[in-house]
């Protein structure tokens, strides 16, 4: 094969993934623009995302605009992310529940956009316009999952699931919301899926994921590759206190840093995976392109569980700018034969 394959990647990153989907949304403007008849995701072969990303890849794939995705962080994130003190209050004999967030308001929430693009019918993985793959950790058999659509021959249960379950079960972050358990029947079968939590946990930066799929499972070669990497910003970690048990509060809650350390420290080491693959491969002539847009936080990051208005106002601004000095770019390389 010598077609070009357009592969997009969405990290995971709780709230703000209002980061890549700022920068898709000023994309997706500057696309219409020059074809007003062409959808975003009709530009790429293969969306990936993990998460957050999961919800933007599902949706994307749905053909729900970008700038629809943009507001539905901004309306949503105290619906998602309500206030943490809320959740320890005493009720009944337990004063702490066993995740700091319900993920019911997020099911619902996804549930609600998700059908409306679908003509008021909760679509599955079948009903997506493009091919999609969602990292998720199957929590009944210790696993790790990568829920796709019907691309392969191989592929004969996933198309089955309900899109908002598979997002959920992609974003449902360890500490932040319980494991989420779903069973589903629809015109293709029916199933149950139990534990599913956050695809974060082994590929919350999903790159390889794209580059194994395309090359193992669809065909094409290397050189084949064009890979847009989103990030959602990275975050400097500065560990100041030990690991005791009387620190236990400062590692997993309210903020549940050892988990943010996690996610970060995965995303980073993916970036330096797909170096080392791009010049080892570049040694047989069969470079592949690569595009990673990332914005760095430094130690002023923002919390994945974050809601406030300021700090969605901030997410907005750095999505903003990113969009002004990548845009072009990105145009270029999406216009690339």
């Not at 703000?16 to 696309?31: C, D, F, N």
């Not at 236990?248 to 050892?258: A, D, H, Q, T």
């Not at 002023?300 to 750095?318: G, H, M, P, V, Y």
């Amino acid at each position: 094969m010598s077609q070009r394959f357009r592969i997009l990647s969405i990290d995971g990153g709780g709230i703000r993934g209002m980061i890549p989907a700022k920068v898709l949304s000023e994309l997706e403007q500057e696309l219409i623009r020059i074809n007003p008849d062409k959808k975003l995701y009709e530009y790429f072969d293969l969306i990936c995302g993990t998460s957050t990303g999961a919800i933007l890849a599902i949706a994307i794939s749905l053909g729900i605009p970008a700038s629809d995705l943009v507001e539905f962080y901004k309306e949503n994130a105290q619906l998602i992310f309500p206030k943490w003190y809320l959740k320890i209050l005493p009720r009944s004999s337990r004063a702490i529940v066993t995740s700091i967030y319900s993920n019911k308001q997020l099911r619902r929430k996804l549930k609600e956009i998700y059908s409306a693009a679908n003509g008021g019918t909760p679509p599955t993985l079948n009903d997506l316009k493009a091919k999609v793959c969602i990292p998720t950790f199957n929590g009944i058999d210790g696993k790790i999952n990568v829920l796709k659509t019907r691309h392969n021959a191989e592929y004969v249960r996933d198309y089955k699931l309900p899109a908002h379950e598979v997002a959920l079960s992609s974003a449902s972050a360890p500490v932040y919301f319980p494991p989420h358990t779903f069973s589903f029947s629809n015109e293709h079968g029916s199933g149950q899926n139990v534990n599913m939590i956050d695809g974060g946990v082994f590929a919350n930066n999903p790159s390889l994921i794209g580059i194994l799929e395309a090359t193992d499972k669809m065909g094409h070669s290397f050189s084949d590759i064009q890979l847009l990497s989103l990030g959602t910003g990275k975050g400097k970690h500065v560990i100041k206190t030990g690991w005791k048990p009387k620190d236990i509060w400062y590692w997993l809650f309210p903020k549940p840093r050892l988990f943010d350390i996690i996610l970060d420290s995965q995303a980073q080491i993916t970036e330096q995976y797909i170096s080392f693959l791009k010049r080892l491969v570049a040694k047989q002539d069969n470079v592949f392109d690569y595009m990673r847009i990332q914005y760095d936080l430094g130690s002023d990051t923002i919390n994945l569980n974050a809601s406030d208005k300021k700090d969605i106002q901030r997410l907005e601004a750095i999505g903003d700018e990113l969009s002004k000095n990548n845009i072009h770019n990105i145009l270029k390389f999406l216009n690339q034969k």
